[in-house]
């Protein structure tokens, strides 16, 4: 305006079209428009939906545990039916027995009465008899008679009954897992590419089942769709196709086991040497040493999607265990605590499975703690899951090998219960794998087709659980 470019003040200021600005707010107001009702109107009634429906299935949820428990007590009821019934016919044939034993005794007693009886009315016959042969030829049988029996006594039996343990009839009746309640960080992403919707099969299905020649297997990483490389107790790592032929064997300069194996996007071979505290990768053949831990023992590892290494470890002493990120040697971040500087992993040196899953989060399965422990990139603790109640998996969950697919499925091998769990990525329990003769399921990997292959014994079985 004339003003503007008249005074002192404001002489110097860019000037500006106003039918351009007003253009260029109207085409923000347009977008923002189009943003609201498109994807942030939409996606906040999915929220709500979903609220919704949690709430309306609320009821329906917790009749089924009711019904679950309900019918647990029958069938305590039915047990306690049968004990009750197998210790009154127990009593029932000792019943029988001491009847039998008094009514022995007493029939011989009325024998010997009877003939007491007889030899009374002989004597009397001779008391009153005059005959001389007779009164001589008497012998007496007091002394025979006077030799009593022995008294029989028989003892009733006595029922103990066990004092009822109130807090341990309630252990051993059942568990009901304390409300687990997760929150996660919800960024809505306007330009996020769509993901293609699997969903899970009812009946996962066994594609094959490839046997290794390992003894104890705990490992397995894909190298592609139709190889894997796989490693157990002992110092050697075998690459086999799926059919179960030997391609090539590995021996670690360690005369102990690798800890863990993986395979970076480039198909070369990484393990943990937990004897002299290294990670190494393998190039044509030959052994680098990556990173080299001093103090700390590395457990298991695992590559992510932008290339970084994470390694799980513990402390020399076994008193504190971690996560660690690296970009080829170089260490990046380091995950231990949560917001209240508390350890996120138990401090022991028991194994602790590593993967990531494609929304970035690390996922680490905490044997020692009996938990899965997600953590977001930046190392925030977003949820953990300590199983699901179940009537047919009677052992703790305790978790072992761990992966994710392209769904964000994250799936973790349950050994004691030979079954699978699979969650979502906000940690909801949604399918067991417990069919396919799973016994003592270790090590999990998937492919890029979503492919499952679980560690066994000593053999790796490919799985087919989505559609």
Same mark, same amino acid.
């Given at each position: 305006c004339s003003s503007c470019t008249a005074s002192k003040q404001h002489k110097g200021h860019n000037f500006v079209e106003?039918? @351009?600005v007003y253009k260029t707010k109207k085409e923000v107001i347009k977008k923002d428009t189009k943003d609201f009702e498109n *994807?942030?109107?939409?996606?906040?009634e999915e929220i709500a939906l979903d609220l919704e429906n949690q709430l309306a299935n609320l009821d329906g949820g917790y009749e089924k545990l009711t019904t679950t428990i309900s019918k647990q007590g029958e069938q305590w009821h039915r047990e306690i039916d049968i004990v009750i019934n197998k210790m009154k016919t127990e009593l029932s044939e000792i019943k029988e027995k001491h009847r039998d034993i008094l009514q022995k005794h007493l029939n011989e007693i009325k024998q010997i009465q009877s003939l007491i009886k007889e030899t009374l009315k002989t004597i009397r016959k001779i008391e009153k008899s005059t005959e001389?042969?007779?009164?001589?030829?008497?012998?007496?049988?007091?002394?025979?008679?006077?030799?009593?029996?022995?008294?029989?006594?028989?003892?009733?039996?006595?029922?103990?009954?066990?004092?009822?343990? *109130?807090?341990?009839?309630?252990?051993?009746?059942g568990q009901i897992t304390p409300l687990s309640t997760a929150t996660e960080e919800n960024v809505l992403s306007l330009n996020q590419p769509t993901i293609s919707v699997r969903e899970l099969l009812d009946e996962p299905e066994l594609v094959v089942a490839i046997q290794t020649g390992h003894e104890h297997l705990r490992s397995v990483a894909c190298l592609n769709e139709d190889r894997i490389w796989t490693s157990g @107790?002992?110092?050697?790592?075998?690459?086999l196709n799926i059919k179960g032929s030997l391609v090539r064997t590995f021996k670690i300069k360690s005369e102990e086991k690798p800890n863990d194996v993986a395979v970076d996007s480039n198909g070369k071979l990484l393990y943990c040497d937990g004897t002299d505290g290294t990670v190494n990768i393998v190039?044509?053949?030959?052994? @680098?040493?990556?990173?080299?831990? +001093?103090?700390?023992? +590395?457990?298991?590892? !695992?590559?992510?999607?932008?290339?970084?290494?994470?390694v799980t470890m513990f402390s020399d002493d076994e008193t504190q265990s971690k996560v660690v990120r690296y970009s080829g040697s170089t260490e990046k971040q380091t995950i231990q605590f949560d917001d209240e500087g508390k350890p996120l992993y138990s401090g022991n040196n028991n194994t602790k499975y590593i993967t990531e899953n494609r929304n970035h989060d690390i996922c680490v399965a905490d044997?020692?703690?009996g938990a899965v422990v997600v953590v977001n990139?930046?190392?925030?603790?977003?949820?953990?899951?300590?199983? *699901?109640?179940s009537v047919t998996k009677y052992n703790p969950f305790q978790p072992w090998g761990i992966t994710t697919d392209s769904q964000s499925h994250v799936l973790t091998a349950d050994t004691e219960n030979h079954c699978i769990h699979i969650l979502d990525q906000n940690g909801q329990f949604l399918h067991y794998i417990d069919n396919c003769?799973?016994?003592? +399921?270790?090590?999990? !990997?998937?492919?890029?087709?979503?492919?499952?292959?679980?560690? @066994?014994?000593?053999?790796?079985?490919?799985?087919?659980?989505?559609?």
């Open positions: 106003v039918t @351009e *994807h942030i109107s939409p996606k906040y001389v042969s007779s009164t001589i030829e008497y012998s007496s049988k007091i002394r025979e008679f006077s030799k009593l029996p022995p008294k029989v006594q028989v003892s009733l039996p006595t029922f103990i009954p066990k004092p009822i343990d *109130h807090e341990k009839l309630y252990s051993l009746f @107790e002992t110092n050697d790592i075998k690459c190039k044509n053949g030959q052994t @680098e040493e990556l990173i080299t831990l +001093p103090k700390w023992t +590395p457990g298991n590892l !695992c590559v992510t999607s932008t290339g970084d290494l994470l044997y020692g703690a990139q930046d190392g925030k603790l977003r949820w953990r899951y300590t199983g *699901h109640p003769d799973l016994e003592n +399921p270790f090590g999990l !990997c998937v492919d890029n087709n979503d492919n499952l292959f679980v560690c @066994e014994f000593n053999n790796v079985k490919k799985i087919k659980y989505i559609k």
